[in-house]
C-alpha cells in the first residue's frame, strides 16, 4: 500500500516538476521576443512552413468535417423535423469547436512533430551545442521565432478551415439536402456571430502557441540519438493534443459559459 | 613562460553527473599561442573539460580562468564577450543541415551583422579556401559533404570570425590515416596564421603529435601528466607511456562491465 502512495506521489511530483519546465522554457522563449537580435527571416520560413504549407491538409480536413457535419446533423434534425436548423449548427459547430481543433490536431501531427524532429535531431548531434559556440543563443534562435510564428499563423489557417467547413456544408446542403444555396448562405450569415468566430481564433492563437512550444520543447530536451529523437516526436504530438482538447474546453468555458 | 597568465587555467575542477564522477579535481594551465592536446580514454571527461570551458556544461566546482579572469563568475554578457573570441571544431561537425555550406561558414558573422549576407559569400569562399575547398562547396548542403570535407567545413567555422581561442573535438575521428594527416595540417596552418591558443581532445597519438605543443593525460578526471607533446610514447609516466604505445597490460585497466 505505501508502494503505492509513494509511486503515486513520484508521478505527482514528476508531472509538478515537468510542468514546472515546460512553463520557464516557455518563458525564456517569449522573453527573446522582446529582445534584439530578431531574426526575421527566421520567423518568415516559419510562418510560410505552419500557414503556408499545412494549407492542403488543413483544407481538406475542413471540407470533410463540414460535409459529414450537415449530413449527420440532417440524420439527426429530421426526426423533430427542424432540418432547417442544419446551416445554423454546421457554422457554429464549425466557427466555435470543430474549425480550431480540427485545424489545431492536424497542425499538431504536422508542424509540432516536424519542430521536434527537427530540433531533437540538432540536439543529438551538437547542433545546439555549435549555435552557443557560434555566440547565438540557442532559444532565440531556435524558439522564439517558432512560437511567434504559431501563434500568428493557427488563426490564419482557421480562418481558411471555417470559410470551407461552412462551404463543405453548404456543398451537402445544396447539391444532396435539398436546400437551396441563397437559403442556405442566408441562414448560415443571419445566424452567424462575430464572436463565435473571434473566440475561434482566440483558441486558434492558443493552440500555435502550444503546438510550438511543445514541439520545440521535445525537441530541445531529447536525449540518446535515434530512438531519443523519435520519442521526443511522438511525445510533441501526443502532448500537444491533449493540450488542445483541454485548452478548448476551457477557453469555450470563459467565452460562452452562462 | 611559467610566470605568464596562462591564456586558460583551469583549478580544482569538479563534475559529476548523478553518482558518477567525471571531472575529479582538474588542474590545467594552457599557453597563449600554444597547442595543447588532452589526452585520455573514452569516459575520462575530456569532453567535458571543453564544454565546462566553453560554457555549454556548468561545472560542479573549481575554477576556470581565460586572460586571467574567472569565467564562471561572469555575467551572460561578459561570458558572450568570452565565448565570441572562441571558435570550435566539434567532433562530428555539427554543421547546421538547414543551411548551405556558406552560411555554416559565415554563420557567426551573419548572426552578429558584422558582414551582410552578400560579403559573406565571398567571406565564404575566402575562408573554404584557406581548407583547401573550392569555392562551389558553398552553395552544398552539409548532407552532400563527405566526412573529411564535412571537417574542413566545420574548421572553417570555426576559424572565420579570427578567435583567438580555437577548440578542436576529436578532429580526426573517422578520417582515413591520410585524410587525418590532412586536417591535422590544416589545423597547424589555420592556428599558426591566426596566433590562436588551441585546444584539442584526442585519443590519436599521430594526430597529437602533428597539431600538439604541449600534452596532458586526463584519467579517471585528473590531470596525472603534463609535457611537451613531442615526448608522448617516452614520457617516463608509466600510463602516459601505456596510452601512448595502445598497450594492454600497464597501469590503466579497461573497466568492464560484468
Same mark, same amino acid.
Given at each position: 500500500?505505501?508502494?503505492?502512495?509513494? /509511486?503515486?506521489?513520484?508521478?505527482?511530483?514528476?508531472?509538478?516538476?515537468?510542468?514546472?519546465?515546460?512553463?520557464?522554457?516557455?518563458?525564456?522563449?517569449?522573453?527573446?521576443?522582446?529582445?534584439?537580435?530578431?531574426?526575421?527571416?527566421?520567423?518568415? +520560413?516559419?510562418?510560410?512552413?505552419?500557414?503556408?504549407?499545412?494549407?492542403?491538409?488543413? /483544407?481538406? #480536413?475542413?471540407?470533410?468535417?463540414?460535409?459529414?457535419?450537415?449530413?449527420?446533423?440532417?440524420?439527426?434534425?429530421?426526426?423533430?423535423?427542424?432540418? @432547417?436548423? $442544419?446551416?445554423?449548427?454546421?457554422?457554429?459547430?464549425?466557427?466555435?469547436?470543430?474549425?480550431?481543433?480540427?485545424?489545431?490536431?492536424?497542425? /499538431? %501531427?504536422?508542424?509540432?512533430?516536424?519542430?521536434?524532429?527537427?530540433?531533437?535531431?540538432? &540536439?543529438?548531434?551538437?547542433?545546439?551545442?555549435?549555435?552557443?559556440?557560434?555566440?547565438?543563443?540557442?532559444?532565440?534562435? !531556435?524558439? /522564439?521565432?517558432?512560437?511567434?510564428?504559431?501563434?500568428?499563423?493557427?488563426?490564419?489557417?482557421?480562418?481558411?478551415?471555417?470559410?470551407?467547413?461552412?462551404?463543405?456544408?453548404?456543398?451537402? %446542403?445544396?447539391?444532396?439536402?435539398?436546400?437551396?444555396?441563397?437559403?442556405?448562405?442566408?441562414?448560415?450569415?443571419?445566424?452567424?456571430?462575430?464572436?463565435?468566430?473571434?473566440? =475561434?481564433?482566440?483558441?486558434?492563437?492558443?493552440? %500555435?502557441?502550444?503546438?510550438?512550444?511543445?514541439?520545440?520543447?521535445?525537441?530541445?530536451?531529447?536525449?540518446? @540519438?535515434?530512438?531519443?529523437?523519435?520519442?521526443?516526436? #511522438?511525445?510533441?504530438?501526443?502532448?500537444?493534443?491533449?493540450?488542445?482538447?483541454?485548452?478548448?474546453?476551457?477557453?469555450?468555458?470563459?467565452?460562452?459559459?452562462? | 613562460?611559467? =610566470?605568464?597568465?596562462?591564456?586558460? &587555467?583551469?583549478? =580544482?575542477?569538479? +563534475?559529476?553527473?548523478?553518482?558518477?564522477?567525471?571531472?575529479?579535481?582538474?588542474?590545467?594551465?594552457?599557453?597563449?599561442?600554444? @597547442?595543447?592536446?588532452?589526452?585520455?580514454?573514452?569516459?575520462?571527461?575530456?569532453?567535458?573539460?571543453?564544454?565546462?570551458?566553453?560554457?555549454?556544461?556548468?561545472?560542479?566546482?573549481? !575554477?576556470?580562468?581565460?586572460? @586571467?579572469?574567472?569565467?564562471?563568475?561572469?555575467?551572460?554578457?561578459?561570458?558572450?564577450?568570452?565565448?565570441?573570441?572562441?571558435?570550435?571544431?566539434?567532433?562530428?561537425?555539427?554543421?547546421?543541415?538547414? !543551411?548551405? $555550406?556558406?552560411?555554416?561558414?559565415?554563420?557567426?558573422?551573419?548572426?552578429?551583422?558584422?558582414?551582410?549576407? &552578400?560579403?559573406?559569400?565571398?567571406?565564404?569562399?575566402?575562408?573554404?579556401? *584557406?581548407?583547401?575547398?573550392?569555392?562551389?562547396?558553398?552553395?552544398?548542403?552539409?548532407?552532400?559533404?563527405?566526412?573529411?570535407?564535412?571537417?574542413?567545413?566545420?574548421?572553417?567555422?570555426?576559424?572565420?570570425?579570427?578567435?583567438?581561442?580555437?577548440?578542436?573535438?576529436?578532429?580526426?575521428?573517422?578520417?582515413?590515416?591520410?585524410?587525418?594527416?590532412?586536417?591535422?595540417?590544416?589545423?597547424?596552418?589555420?592556428?599558426?596564421?591566426?596566433?590562436?591558443?588551441?585546444?584539442?581532445?584526442?585519443?590519436?597519438?599521430?594526430?597529437?603529435?602533428?597539431?600538439?605543443?604541449?600534452?596532458?593525460?586526463?584519467?579517471?578526471?585528473?590531470?596525472?601528466?603534463?609535457?611537451?607533446?613531442?615526448?608522448?610514447?617516452?614520457?617516463?609516466?608509466?600510463? $602516459?607511456? *601505456?596510452?601512448?604505445?595502445?598497450? &594492454?597490460?600497464?597501469?590503466?585497466?579497461?573497466?568492464?562491465?560484468?
Amino acid at each position: 500500500m505505501l508502494n503505492l502512495v509513494a /509511486a503515486i506521489g513520484r508521478a505527482v511530483l514528476s508531472a509538478c516538476r515537468t510542468v514546472g519546465t515546460v512553463a520557464l522554457f516557455a518563458l525564456e522563449g517569449l522573453s527573446h521576443l522582446l529582445r534584439p537580435p530578431f531574426y526575421g527571416r527566421l520567423f518568415l +520560413k516559419h510562418l510560410a512552413e505552419i500557414a503556408y504549407f499545412s494549407l492542403p491538409v488543413v /483544407a481538406l #480536413t475542413a471540407i470533410f468535417t463540414g460535409m459529414v457535419l450537415a449530413l449527420q446533423s440532417y440524420t439527426g434534425f429530421a426526426r423533430f423535423n427542424a432540418e @432547417g436548423a $442544419v446551416a445554423n449548427v454546421v457554422v457554429l459547430s464549425i466557427t466555435r469547436e470543430l474549425g480550431p481543433v480540427i485545424a489545431a490536431l492536424m497542425a /499538431a %501531427g504536422r508542424i509540432g512533430a516536424a519542430f521536434a524532429a527537427e530540433i531533437g535531431t540538432m &540536439r543529438v548531434t551538437d547542433q545546439i551545442d555549435a549555435l552557443t559556440t557560434l555566440s547565438t543563443n540557442p532559444m532565440k534562435y !531556435l524558439v /522564439a521565432p517558432r512560437l511567434i510564428a504559431g501563434v500568428i499563423a493557427m488563426p490564419f489557417l482557421v480562418l481558411v478551415a471555417d470559410i470551407l467547413g461552412v462551404m463543405g456544408g453548404w456543398l451537402i %446542403g445544396t447539391t444532396k439536402l435539398g436546400f437551396s444555396s441563397a437559403g442556405y448562405l442566408k441562414a448560415t450569415l443571419d445566424f452567424l456571430e462575430v464572436m463565435d468566430v473571434v473566440s =475561434g481564433l482566440v483558441k486558434a492563437a492558443v493552440f %500555435g502557441f502550444v503546438i510550438t512550444l511543445m514541439g520545440s520543447w521535445c525537441g530541445y530536451t531529447s536525449r540518446g @540519438g535515434a530512438q531519443g529523437v523519435g520519442a521526443a516526436t #511522438t511525445a510533441a504530438v501526443v502532448a500537444s493534443s491533449i493540450l488542445i482538447l483541454a485548452l478548448d474546453y476551457i477557453i469555450t468555458e470563459m467565452f460562452f459559459a452562462a | 613562460m611559467s =610566470g605568464a597568465v596562462p591564456k586558460i &587555467r583551469l583549478r =580544482g575542477l569538479v +563534475k559529476a553527473f548523478g553518482e558518477k564522477k567525471v571531472l575529479d579535481g582538474v588542474d590545467l594551465d594552457i599557453h597563449a599561442g600554444r @597547442g595543447m592536446v588532452i589526452l585520455g580514454g573514452s569516459g575520462s571527461g575530456k569532453s567535458v573539460t571543453i564544454k565546462c570551458i566553453l560554457g555549454l556544461i556548468e561545472p560542479d566546482a573549481g !575554477l576556470i580562468e581565460v586572460d @586571467g579572469r574567472n569565467v564562471l563568475a561572469m555575467n551572460r554578457r561578459e561570458r558572450e564577450a568570452v565565448n565570441d573570441r572562441i571558435g570550435m571544431l566539434f567532433q562530428n561537425g555539427a554543421l547546421f543541415d538547414s !543551411l548551405p $555550406v556558406w552560411e555554416n561558414v559565415c554563420f557567426k558573422l551573419l548572426a552578429q551583422k558584422r558582414i551582410t549576407r &552578400r560579403a559573406a559569400r565571398d567571406k565564404a569562399a575566402e575562408v573554404l579556401a *584557406q581548407v583547401g575547398l573550392a569555392a562551389s562547396v558553398g552553395d552544398l548542403s552539409p548532407a552532400e559533404l563527405s566526412g573529411g570535407m564535412q571537417k574542413r567545413v566545420g574548421l572553417a567555422r570555426a576559424i572565420a570570425a579570427e578567435p583567438d581561442i580555437i577548440f578542436f573535438d576529436e578532429p580526426t575521428t573517422g578520417l582515413d590515416p591520410i585524410m587525418g594527416a590532412v586536417i591535422d595540417g590544416l589545423i597547424v596552418d589555420v592556428v599558426k596564421r591566426l596566433g590562436a591558443t588551441a585546444v584539442s581532445i584526442t585519443h590519436d597519438m599521430a594526430s597529437a603529435r602533428r597539431i600538439g605543443d604541449d600534452a596532458a593525460m586526463l584519467h579517471k578526471g585528473r590531470i596525472v601528466w603534463t609535457g611537451p607533446a613531442a615526448l608522448l610514447g617516452n614520457t617516463g609516466n608509466a600510463m $602516459v607511456d *601505456q596510452f601512448a604505445r595502445g598497450e &594492454r597490460e600497464g597501469p590503466i585497466q579497461m573497466e568492464l562491465r560484468r
